[in-house]
T-cell receptor, first 114, second 114 residues
Framework: NAGVTQTPKFQVLKTGQSMTLQCAQD?????MSWYRQDPGMGLRLIHY???????DQGEVPNGYNVSRSTTEDFPLRLLSAAPSQTSVYFC?????????????FGAGSRLTVL | KQEVTQIPAALSVPEGENLVLNCSFT??????LQWFRQDPGKGLTSLLL?????REQTSGRLNASLDKSSGRSTLYIAASQPGDSATYLC?????????????FGQGTTLQVKP
């Protein structure tokens, strides 16, 4: 009963470094997404995927890359980290299609870029 | 552009009080509205989801209402308890969006004092 698992929980990077935030879900959800949460800004959508091999941009995609090679995994890549990317990142998933699609969130990954 | 606002940003009440959290949105073309709870350092947990055709949803001591025409939703918490202390976020899914593209408010941080 793992749900949505995010790793790492905490990470400190220097400006210009690259890293990948991992997200895995075991609920066979078609839809997966990444949000960032900043103080006073709520959560903002970075990228999302409606199924393996399909990704699209959200509200704040710049500086981030994603891929979806399997249904279970949806990694978020920072190619060249910037201080503006200091944030808490949440991965979320749900079933696709209509109806009451309640998002299931991971516990978050707190990233600090120095 | 859809915008979601939650007022107040913070609220402190004594234990046992009934309270109302407010959420407003600028575009009434929504598919559904969700209320989430977030504990410090944790992910988001879905509390209630109201479809656009519904007026309210109830779960235990929680009741959420939706008035699409006025762009408002309220979360009513009856007989508040210290364990209710958390940040509460509302989010709308625009009618034009796919499954999980939610627009979040900034949240209301609730403290219930014993």
């Amino acid at each position: 009963n793992a749900g949505v698992t995010q790793t790492p929980k905490f990470q400190v990077l220097k400006t210009g470094q690259s890293m990948t935030l991992q997200c895995a879900q075991d609920m066979n959800h078609e839809y997966m997404s990444w949000y960032r949460q900043d103080p006073g800004m709520g959560l903002r959508l970075i990228h999302y995927s409606v199924g393996a091999g399909i990704t699209d941009q959200g509200e704040v995609p710049n500086g981030y890359n994603v891929s979806r090679s399997t249904t279970e995994d949806f990694p978020l890549r920072l190619l060249s980290a910037a201080p503006s990317q200091t944030s808490v990142y949440f991965c979320a998933s749900t079933t696709a299609g209509g109806g009451a699609n309640v998002l299931t969130f991971g516990a978050g990954s707190r990233l600090t870029v120095l | 552009k859809q915008e979601v606002t939650q007022i107040p940003a913070a609220l402190s009440v004594p234990e046992g009080e009934n309270l109302v959290l407010n959420c407003s949105f600028t575009d009434s073309a929504i598919y559904n509205l969700q209320w989430f709870r977030q504990d410090p350092g944790k992910g988001l947990t879905s509390l209630l989801l109201i479809q656009s055709s519904q007026r309210e949803q109830t779960s235990g001591r929680l009741n959420a209402s939706l008035d699409k025409s006025s762009g408002r939703s309220t979360l009513y918490i009856a007989a508040s308890q210290p364990g209710d202390s958390a940040t509460y976020l509302c989010a709308v899914r625009p009618s034009s969006s796919n499954t999980g593209k939610l627009i979040f408010g900034q949240g209301t941080t609730l403290q219930v004092k014993p």
